[in-house]
């Protein structure tokens, strides 16, 4: 069923209401596990749960978290029925589209962010009760907020990657990750043989040059993430999501 590339507020805000409901089980398990092991670490070990213990967990919350979230936001296009039951909502495939990249980046990082909050929050209280001292409540620093702008970026990948295989998503994702880093390190070294194989025999000229090399490596690497792989994956989902329409 073709539906209008035209993008309603009204329809998205349905569809939008339509995911929150369906997904609101599994995020419920996992928000639920992961706030269940903050608040014992408030509780059991307020000289724990400090800024270092936020500082490592709430990383580990909001990327792993998310990006397992993100990969399964596709899942159901890969059962007929559900399929075929999404892809003939009154809906576009812009407005989809849309739906769930809201729902993948600052949907989810804004739910990580509040929920931690108030969960470090919520133990900091139990803890003063009990023990009558408190462990420090999460309060976002500039490092935390740099995590989230990353993690929005990263998110792209796997969005991609949740439209685009049918099966073990977030695993698919890593495993084509590693190959193709180990693919750019073997053209890496390739590189650096056809350059350096004039110095043969002359290492301190070798490595005069390698610091040079890796600053460039760093700068297109940052040029590539920060400015088109978001982008360039949000805009590849939405190529492969419309190849799926009926």
Same mark, same amino acid.
């Given at each position: ?43 059991l070990s307020p000289q724990l749960a400090g800024s270092d213990f936020h500082a490592a967990f709430f990383p580990l ?136 194989? #004039? ?43 419309? #190849?799926?329409?009926?």
């Amino acid at each position: 069923m073709h539906q209008s590339n035209v993008f309603s507020v009204a329809r998205a805000w349905h569809a939008l209401r339509a995911d929150l409901h369906q997904q609101s089980r599994a995020v419920l398990v996992g928000t639920g596990a992961g706030a269940a092991v903050i608040l014992v670490a408030n509780v059991l070990s307020p000289q724990l749960a400090g800024s270092d213990f936020h500082a490592a967990f709430f990383p580990l919350a909001l990327v792993a978290g998310g990006l397992l979230f993100t990969s399964t936001l596709f899942a159901e296009l890969t059962d007929k029925p559900r399929a075929h039951a999404y892809l003939t909502l009154p809906i576009s495939m812009l407005e989809r589209w849309m739906v769930r990249l809201l729902l993948s980046t600052v949907g989810y990082a804004a739910v990580a962010l509040a929920g931690y909050f108030l969960v470090t929050l919520l133990g900091a209280g139990i803890s003063q009760l009990i023990r009558g001292s408190a462990p420090a409540v999460f309060v976002p620093s500039l490092h935390d907020w740099r995590i989230v702008l990353g993690y929005l970026v990263s998110s792209s990948l796997f969005l991609f990657g949740a439209v685009y295989f049918r099966r073990w998503h977030a695993l698919k994702v890593v495993i084509s990750l590693a190959g193709l880093f180990l693919g750019l390190a073997l053209v890496a070294a390739g590189v650096s043989w056809l350059l350096f194989s #004039e110095f043969t025999g002359n290492f301190d000229s070798i490595m005069e040059r390698v610091p040079y090399v890796m600053e460039a490596c760093e700068a297109g690497a940052g040029i590539f993430f920060w400015g088109i792989m978001g982008p360039l994956f949000w805009f590849l989902t939405w190529l492969r999501l419309r #190849e799926t329409e009926v």
